[in-house]
């Protein structure tokens, strides 16, 4: 793959106090969504750690006695309390496995619920800005795909108290094997009574410790640089390894052939992750190295571990039973010992991810919350102004709109129309304050918008926008955009909007689902059909504005024609605003805005707007209507 | 093999349908596989992890209990350092090269992997289109396609399958022999254990496996509503519509419903775990009091007893072992034998044979419709009822209708992407199924209603190919379908990659400016035959007038059928044909339609009238 990925500086390690700052946020976080979820993790993770030594300390009581008294009525006793024992802590562990395993697999919901909230509570402005979609993609590619996630917190908080735990339940049962001493009847090997045979025996412990991990920490570090090309390889590899599966673009990729183009991306041993890609080469050489470096060091230790321990034990100092004691101790120790040095580690590689994920869920909310409550006395009287409003989309550099000054009042029908990018949309996403304006301001009854709570402005509006989204859910609930509804007004409502044959065809009427996912009995809807839909959404609503953009692309002329001629019973006494290709379809506003590079070049009726024959709304008109002149 | 397939679907949910391909059959196909993509290394590393575990498992076994017995002996000092010096550089070398052959065996299994997934997306990509629209293949399909979605799944975990199933078997009939000195009552007692382990967890374990369906359905919702929340296309619809209480309500129904499934797994799965410590407890009960016995009566050292007391517990690891690695074998076969099922799916169209067909754009094709007639597999009536159409060379063909008339299957059916359930489509005058149809496919300069965006440059999507890229003609093409200007206003031009969700530095093209890219694409391939489905929707009335004012440039020499809503654009063509209700309802010149004064005429006046200079008719 040719792709040159930005490099960006995620490669910087945080310091150590910024990693323990962000491991003890992401915990605060996961507290409080979930408190017993940590609880069970803490006892779940003490008691494991706890139990084997148990085991290791009373076998060793069985070979003690083997290899001195050999009582039998003392060795049974010794194998019944070991089983019984074994057995028992065994059932509790599994008792207590069971909500841990909940816990454990639930987790990953648990992450996705975090940013799905964070989402859902976002100002749209934010939501559409490409950056911060942008942010919470690459988040989640390296929370699948590399395993950067938020949850990782948790396993190294599992792994540190397990590590901590372990040290002292291996230091209560090793402690001995300092203390002993071996007898003045070994000769020169009572020089290992010195104490500075504890001092080095720490020491290597600690070395060793420290050392092994120090290499995985490294190859670690070597994912973390390669997350980059790690995720386009993912994406790359999401979108060609499965484009065949696209049912709807079938019929195109079978006429361009394009199997051929993804073959190439899917078959090149290069990318990322196959046989010759970056990380398979890394394993090759240095990573491959890291690893066996890690292991040899730890076979060292165990290796000095057995030299000491068994010089003493041949000196003397102490029985068999003990020997096996004291290795089977010190194996696990630094086995735990080094994982929980491996796990600081990776830790601090990791904080960097963790903080990507604050800073997503950092984002703050800027648009002003008003508390003004609207006039509901007013009876739906509603008057809108904009008065001079400019408008540039966060981070760029051109104004989409500018000085735009209009009035709407309630019960006016009006028309936007405008080439492509002439602003059209993003004078409805201002109106519904989906944005606020960069300049100017936008009054409703002659206050600012913005002093209104936010939620009551949005209560009046309803939109149908060229992009609009429905649920896989039932049609009823798309319908009322619940989950309880009444069903007499989402009929009325299918019908006004001309979905009413289309209703009585359907089985299962308004609990059909949308789309198979949820039901097989669900039904796939046509671009029309949805319109449709969407358009009973909006009259469920009962907004006193509607606003309509593009509503009839999808519908074929009679369907068209059809919707037009309803327009006065589906809109009522309410305010609506039409955004349409089709001209025709501002003959019945009462006024017309038209847009052209993102100002309003003129307004008025249809029939005044044409004595301009050189204005944009004449070039516009007759761009279409020749084609439709009688000859 | 399809009737097979068909009945089984038929038997319905209740029994799987048997494999077509049994656990051998599948793991000597992944071998083959292995050999073909040239990743002989996976079965290799796989033989080699298996012996270096058993190799690291016996020193493991042998390490505590000889060198107690140096102590025990109480043998010369040297002896003793020397012995542990070995083990230790027994286990260096091991554990070494152990470390090694880990970090680097997952590579040529995703390459393997993706090898599989490589060949089930070139089969979806050119399987014959009537298959995609069948249950059973799309079944077949998603199973394969789930059974390939991450490390974890059939097509790459079933290697470490069959290296475990090696392990266990090889570590088992080690083991049979180390432990012959011991009386058989011990090896029966570890085998009747380890079975009635086996057979009590399996059912208990087989839960989760049992209940996939259930607990897709609760993922499924659950990641629908997680995934919608985020959905930044969405977030408008949520926040005017006030979709957010519901969602959340809905949102904290399906997260309760998942943690309940999880508890119940768990509460049956923790029979499993009382069951394995029961009979541990009886295991090891039965090798203490024997092995004490023989330390107290027959004088075995202390090692040995050590010694044969790991081993009992290691023995138990192996025949459990591979009793359930065969089990998850099985398993991993089942998904296996689909996607080899998948790669075997007959095809009702020449694919890969055929008579061969060279596109040559100058050559003046005629593509006739003889008597066709269409259903729909389970269909109540027939889409397309007796069409009989010539599409001749060089001819501008419309085709209008109202939504579902069947304007599109009409297509389908003239590209090859459908063959027609009665009538023949003839290519100069001979049946187009005898053409290889891939071949067939070449005639065709087509830009459909959905169209499949590459997430590649500009370039590269005009050409269609990311080499030999001819750009002289990528610039004619694109400014044929009037984007030259946009394009070159790009920082990057021709090389500015699309698709944002892949490219993190890509550009978004409107839903306009993406119509004329399919366009010039077209245009590029050069087919002799072009096809347009409602190119003009997401276009401006400037843009829309635009382009039928090149239309006629654009397929000058060529055949070309389009089909559109809006009316205007069919005075452009020679002639026009109007489907209603399946069949040919109207044909002519615009003109001679309007005077005829029927269907079209009357399509043509409501699209019209809002347009004409007198008062609107009453509204």
Redesign the interface.
Known sequence: MSEKTPKKAKKDLLSWKETWIQCLRALKLFYHYRPNMLLIHTFYTIYTALTPFVNIFLSARIIEELSGDRDPQKLMLLVLLTLGLAALLSFIGALTRRQFKVEDQFLFCLERQIRADKMLRMDYCLVDDTKIHEQLDTLEQYCNGAGRSLRRVIWFYDMILSGIVSLFGGFSLSISLFTSRVPESAGRLTALNHPLFIVLMIGLLLAVTYLSPIFIVKADAVWSKGANSHNLGNRLFGFYGFLGHKNNVAGDVRMYRQEAFCEKYNTDKKGTFYSRGYYAMQARGAVGMYYVASTIFSVIFTGVVYLFVCSKAWAGAFGLGMVTQYISTISKLSGKVSSLFQVLGQARNHATFLKMNFDFLDIENTMIQGDLHLDKSSDKKYEIEFQDVSFRYPGSEQYALRHVNMKLRVGQRLAVVGQNGSGKTTFIKLLCRLYDPTEGVILLNGTDIRQYNYEEYLSIFSVVFQDFRLTDFTLGQNVAAKEEYDKTHVEDCLCKAGFDERLRELPLGMETYLTKNFSDEGVDMSGGEKQKIALARTLYKNAPFIILDEPTAALDPIAEAEIYSRFNEIIEDKTAIYISHRLSSCRFCDGILVFDKGAVVQQGSHDSLMQDSSGKYHELWFAQAQYYANN | MRKETSKATAKKKEKPPKPKFNMWQNAWWMLKLSWAEK?K?VPILCILSAALAISGNLTNLF??PV??G???I?AP?RT??LT??G??GL??LI??V???I???E???K??LR??I??R???????TS?PN?NKKDFQEL?DKA?DATRGNDRASEAIWYTMQRVLQNAAGFVIYLFLMSALPPILIVVVLITSLLNYFISKPLNNYSYKHKEELSKIL???G????????????????????????????DKA?KA??AY??RE??V??WS??A???L??LR??VA??YL?GL??NNGIS?SM??LYFSAVGSFNGWVSGILNSLLTMHRQSVDISIIREVLEYSEPFRIKDGEPLRAEPEHPYEIRLDHVSFRYPEAEKDTLTDIDLTLHPGEKLAIV????AGKTTLV?LL?G?LDPTQGRVLLDGRDIREYNR?DY??L?S?V?Q???L???TIAANVA???EDIDMERVRECVAKASLTEKIESLPEGYETKL???????AV?L?G?ETQRLMLA?ALY?NGPVVVLDEPT?????????DL?QKYSEMTTHRSSVYIS?????T?FCDRIILISDGRIAEEGTH?TLLQKGAAYAE??E???????EEE?AN?
């Not at chain 2, 698709?499 to 530095?505: F, K, M, P």
Request: net charge positive; aromatic share 12%.
């Open positions: 990743e290394k390490i505590t060198i107690l140096t102590v025990e109480h000092l003793l350092l542990i010096l083990f230790v286990n260096l554990n070494g152990s470390s090694y880990n970090a680097n997952m590579y040529g995703i390459t993706s090898a997934i490589n089930l997306n070139t089969k979806a990509c050119i289109y995609l399909l396609c499924n919702q659950l629908y509503l997680l995934n919608t929340a985020k959905d930044h296309t969405m977030a408008k619809d949520i926040r005017l519509f006030g979709l957010r209480p519901w969602f959340q309500e809905l949102q997260i998942y943690l999880l508890m768990q509460n799965l923790i775990g009382i394995d410590l029961v541990a407890f090891n009960g203490y009091a004490i330390v107290l202390i007893f050590l209708g109202l939504n579902g389908k590209c992407l891939r496919y070449k065709f087509a459909f959905d169209f499949s590459l997430a590649a269609q190919s990311e698709n944002r969700e892949i490219h993190l530095d978004m409107s306009g694409r391939k929707a997401a276009l401006d009335p400037i843009a829309e007038s039928y809503h809006r009316l205007a654009s005075r003109e399509l043509f409501v699209q019209s009238r809002y347009y004409r609107p509204v």
